[in-house]
């Protein structure tokens, strides 16, 4: 059986050692942790490595069985830092994290591919790689925009992170996903929608609260999985106003499963 992850998004409102637990007990395998906000302001977990917090966090994940999968959000703007960064790393590191997830929000290219592979190069040290993710009101809003920062800053530990939501609001689909190289692809977050879009004043709002449990929607979830490596990591995220975050994450999981098993 696959084994299934969350992203913090899903319920958000819980701090991780909250979030670890009750994934665990909704039954997933691993857990994305939100550790640096999206924007300044913005709800995030911050976390100092060897901390008596990241201590506790370990101690739990160790005890419920959980890995923490990736940790975010690090935009990267012109004012981007490579020094920021290293904390937020280390931080992640600790706790066993596969990957850092990143946004492409500087329309110099250049610039955005020279930031890209250095963080690459920096996470490299930490045993982590760097996923990309694209989205339809960033700079970086496609698919074939991701893969072309990721080809150029040729670092081995770059990928792209494929949200199902993004990739069809922004005209993508699984046909476009089967011509990536497979490399790239390592870790893709599911959810459910209609399939015509929202108008365009809505669209941040669908992503950041309106989203259907996988199967629940009109998306080809089960194509897009199909057009994927088949060790690829599978998150779910689902942030949806209809829920409380345990009940969020309880029906995020059993409507996933649902959804695969029927594949």
Known sequence: MRPLGVAHLTALNLAPVELVREAARAGFAAVGLRLHPVMPGARAYPLKSGSLAARELKAVIAGEGVRVSDIEFVSLKPAFQLTDYEGLLAAGADLGASSLTVSGDDLDHARLVHNFAALCELAGGYGMRVDLEFMRWRPVATLQQAVAVVTAARQGNAGVLLDALHLYRSGGDENAVAQVDPHYLRAVQ??????????????????????????????????????????????????????????????????????????
């Open 190 to 263: 599911v959810c459910d929608a209609p399939l015509q879009a929202p108008e365009e004043t809505l669209i941040i709002q669908e992503a950041r609260e309106g989203r259907l449990m996988p199967g629940r929607g009109q998306l080809p979830l089960e194509a897009l999985l199909s057009a994927l490596p088949a060790d690829v990591q599978v998150s779910v995220e689902t942030p949806s106003a209809l829920f409380a975050p345990e009940l969020c994450l309880k029906a995020a999981y059993e409507a996933t499963r649902s959804m695969l098993a029927s594949a």
